[in-house]
């Protein structure tokens, strides 16, 4: 019945599927409006900061989020209306108002969990962090109760079964259907009572399991110092006679330091790998309960790849297509440690991210340090300003605060307007550095849209959170060229939830398959490449000098340098994820597996007793799905390259790129979607054809640097 609201990320009918206003009409503009770029500028902020206004409210508008204590009170009514809403349901006779029924229970529920999801892990109070986390797990537990609810599917099976009433239905309210039907299936509701109860039991645990999971990823790990030779030990923390290493130190020029962080890191934790082992055999234990042979099966049910059998071949094609690519990236990077490190030239894991990049450096003359003046945050977000204009008609506005309205002083809060149809929805913006504040880019879903009984449209409203460094007394937040690409990849993701303007939040904006969810984001990243798009808006913040286009061009092609042993390197992850919820009993240890995937997919020796997949947070969120990044990055290729390679701002393609890919959310087949925008129905070779060619250098640039 409900997809556990599917969050983090982590369609319309009639005149909103054509980007048309819905329910009551245009919303009126705001008095308290402020151009986007000011609002990012140092001193405006300080005048932000002082305007938060009127009356006191709660996290995101909500009265009841003022305290800790309201995620309580707001869970109690969500829970009371979705009561109310399973009776209704039992008792309508079937019909489009099923369907609505349906679609208001999922929001009851999602309205709380996905607000506390995002509370959880960014809150910068541990007493609405916990009391955020209680509320997740609750609602959860009714969600997996609901999903195998008989009565409450029953009502949903007779409007199926009614072939009179599903002729009339539209195709989007006839897809929603199937998918609240598909939640049930996928739940084990064609299961006896008893096991029923076993496969929320499963669910729960599943849940818990992943929460554990995801807090081991990132915890540090400790040693002794006298173990590490002195001249190394400054690289970490220290506590006491221990030193705490938290992270791969990936950039790090000491080639000792970096082996060091991967061996201390990376060393096996047993409760995490237990909790590891328990996850992988609950969710395969889970998908055979309800009638899958694999996790993998069941949770590729709905996506672009359909099942594993084509993600096997997906991966398998490229990795064959990218092998002679990637051993000549590792001679590169073999020919450039020898250079720096004679005594000890064996490439290894750790000499990937830092080698790679001191090969770009030095073929390309690439130093992030010379493009940040000319990418204040301020700048680049009137560069997404004047694209989305220009694109799709829509234009960022900061918006005055409540006070208690925000959790953090430098959030910034902006309404997204398109010009003709009014206000579209809300985008908060935690973008600063702050203690205990995670280190990830994210995009999170906190309300979804939806037509609401009233015919009002319920606006969406999401958070996107970087990890920029905050402005200093003599210059604005400057961004090197990695934070401008993931700013604009996580935009990609706000218009997606801003224009996937369904009539049901089921199926709002970015609840759609992971498969496709990341075309939107990763097409975004194409735009931020473009010397013609980049030119609008990359000036020095001191003198308002332009960014040279050369420069434009050199980091661009830089990127190709050694991106096919990157690419290697996300498709060893994605076997690997695709093994662990394939056949069970797995045939080795999870540690062995990772070893033998390893060695064969990517190349680089094995390091003994160091247990990666013990960090590979993607787990649980991207469990059996970690592919749709790549699947996802073809289509963005394709797209970018048919529809605006040749004129990044064309209106006419991006009206056509809403209606075909954006409007619909999850309301329609992805697959579809990709026919609609590219004209054809990519094959798998197509997929890897579009990953491939994106790593073939433009010999313009050659010549032109030359």
Not at 275 to 284: D, F, K
Not at 292 to 298: E, G, H, I, K, V
Not at 445 to 452: D, Q
Not at 526 to 543: P, S
């Amino acid at each position: 019945m409900l997809a556990g609201c599917r969050r983090a990320l982590p369609a319309a009918l009639g005149r909103a599927l054509r980007g048309q206003a819905v329910g009551s009409g245009r919303r009126p503009v705001s008095t308290s409006w402020c151009p986007v770029g000011a609002a990012f500028d140092a001193k405006q902020q300080q005048q932000l900061r002082g305007s938060a206004a009127g009356r006191e409210t709660g996290l995101f508008g909500v009265p009841e989020l003022s305290c800790p204590e309201g995620f309580q009170e707001a869970q109690d009514k969500a829970l009371q209306e979705s009561e109310q809403l399973v009776q209704k349901a039992c008792s309508t006779p079937p019909g489009p108002e099923t369907v609505m029924i349906f679609d208001q229970l999922s929001d009851a529920l999602c309205r709380v969990a996905d607000l506390a999801d995002f509370v959880k892990i960014a809150h910068p109070e541990f007493a609405f962090r916990e009391a955020a986390e209680e509320a997740c797990r609750n609602i959860g537990t009714v969600v997996e109760k609901l999903n195998t609810d008989v009565e409450l599917c029953q009502s949903l099976r007779r409007l199926l079964a009614d072939e009179i009433v599903m002729s009339s239905l539209d195709p989007e309210t006839r897809r929603v259907a199937e998918l609240f039907m598909c939640d049930f299936e996928i739940s084990g509701i064609h299961l006896d009572e008893e096991k029923r109860k076993k496969a929320v039991n499963l669910n729960v645990r599943i849940l818990d399991l992943c929460n554990e999971f995801l807090t081991g990823t990132h915890l540090p790990n400790k040693i002794s110092k006298h173990v590490l030779p002195e001249h190394i030990r400054y690289n970490f923390t220290a506590e006491g006679n221990f030193l705490q290493v938290a992270g791969l130190h990936a950039d790090c020029p000491d080639d000792l330091v970096r082996e060091a962080a991967y061996k201390i890191f990376l060393y096996p934790n047993a409760e995490q790998l237990n909790c590891l082992e328990e996850l992988l055999t609950s969710r395969n234990s889970l998908a055979q309960l309800v009638g899958y042979d694999t996790f993998a099966d069941r949770a590729l049910q709905g996506t672009m790849a359909k099942n594993p059998e084509t993600v096997r071949q997906f991966l398998e094609k490229l990795s064959d297509q990218l092998a002679k690519r990637t051993q000549k990236d590792f001679e590169m990077m073999t020919k450039m440690k020898m250079k720096l490190n004679p005594q000890n030239s064996k490439l290894m894991p750790w000499d990937h991210p830092y080698y790679s990049g001191a090969l770009r450096a030095e073929r390309y003359n690439i130093d992030p340090g010379l493009y940040c003046p000319f990418f204040s945050l301020g700048a680049c977000m009137e560069g997404l300003n004047s694209l989305f204009s220009r694109l799709l008609g829509i234009s960022l506005y900061a918006e005055q605060t409540q006070r208690g309205e925000i959790w953090s002083e430098d959030v910034r809060k902006l309404a997204v307007v398109h010009e003709t149809e009014g206000l579209l929805g809300y985008i908060y913006c935690d973008f600063f550095q702050r203690p205990d504040k995670p280190h990830q880019d994210c995009h999170f879903t906190v309300r979804g849209g939806r037509l609401k009984e009233n015919r009002e449209y319920q606006l969406p409203v999401v958070v996107l959170m970087l990890s920029l460094p905050r402005s200093t007394r003599g210059a604005p937040t400057l961004l090197n060229p990695g934070m401008m690409e993931n700013l604009f990849h996580e935009m990609g993701h706000a218009m997606h939830s801003m224009l996937g303007r369904t009539r049901y939040q089921h199926v709002t904006g970015t609840r759609c398959p992971t498969d496709f969810a990341e075309v939107p984001s990763i097409l975004m990243e194409y735009f931020a490449n473009d010397y013609r798009v980049v030119n609008q808006f990359a000036r020095h913040y001191k003198t308002g000098q332009p960014l040279p286009k050369n420069m434009v061009s050199r980091l661009c092609e830089s990127k190709k340098v050694c991106a096919a042993a990157d690419m290697q390197l996300q498709v060893f992850y994605a076997a690997l994820d695709q093994i662990y919820h394939g056949k069970h009993p797995l045939k080795k240890s999870t540690t062995e597996i990772l070893k033998e995937t390893q060695e064969k997919i990517y190349g680089l020796p094995y390091v003994p007793n160091t247990a990666w997949q013990l960090r590979f947070s993607h787990l649980v969120g991207y469990g059996a799905k970690y592919y749709s990044y790549l699947m996802s990055r073809a289509v963005a290729s394709m797209v970018w390259k048919q529809c605006f390679a040749q004129d990044p701002f064309d209106r006419a393609m991006g009206e056509r790129y809403r209606r075909e890919m954006l409007a619909h959310g999850g309301g329609k087949e992805p697959i579809l979607m990709v026919q609609g925008m590219l004209q054809k129905s990519p094959s798998v070779e197509d997929f890897v054809d579009a990953l491939v060619s994106d790593l073939d250098h433009d010999f313009e640039t050659f010549i032109t640097d030359s």
